[in-house]
């Protein structure tokens, strides 16, 4: 019992920390570039184009709450996220149809945190662990 109640506490902190500080970090290369504008296209537009060079399942959880809150602005012509320089896309998506970059970095690593937590919790489930 002592060990879940330690354990709580971490996830609790762990929670805060990560909260905190993805509130001032700027964008990785592959967020903004793969990850949340291929997510995106799909979940809005239903095109999987985008989402060929890895499994799409993790693109499409963290545009998710983007898509959600957002609704972010995509084009309708196809030419334009069909194109094979998908990092033109990608600033675009960012910087010109969308003016709230920083709400998307910030809502599309949620997931990823709520997964950390729940994984925690998992963990801290199983009985025969201590």
Avoid at 3 to 27: D, P
Avoid at 34 to 52: E, N, Q, R, Y
Avoid at 91 to 107: E, G, P, V
Wanted: with cysteine; hydrophobic share 50%.
């Amino acid at each position: 019992m002592k060990y879940t109640i330690s354990v709580i506490l971490l996830l609790c902190l762990f929670a805060v920390m990560a909260v905190t500080s993805i509130m001032q970090k700027s964008g990785t290369c592959d967020e903004i570039a793969h990850h949340i504008p291929s997510g995106a296209v799909f979940l809005l537009k239903g095109d999987l184009k985008m989402a060929t060079d890895s499994p799409p399942l993790p693109k499409y959880i963290v545009a998710l709450p983007t898509i959600f809150f957002l609704r972010p602005n995509i084009p309708n012509d196809q030419r334009i996220w069909r194109n094979e320089d998908r990092a033109a896309f990608s600033r675009d998506f960012f910087f010109k149809y969308n003016n709230f970059s920083k709400k998307m970095i910030f809502l599309s690593r949620l997931p990823v945190i709520l997964f950390g937590i729940l994984c925690g919790f998992v963990f801290v489930g199983k009985r025969d662990v201590w």
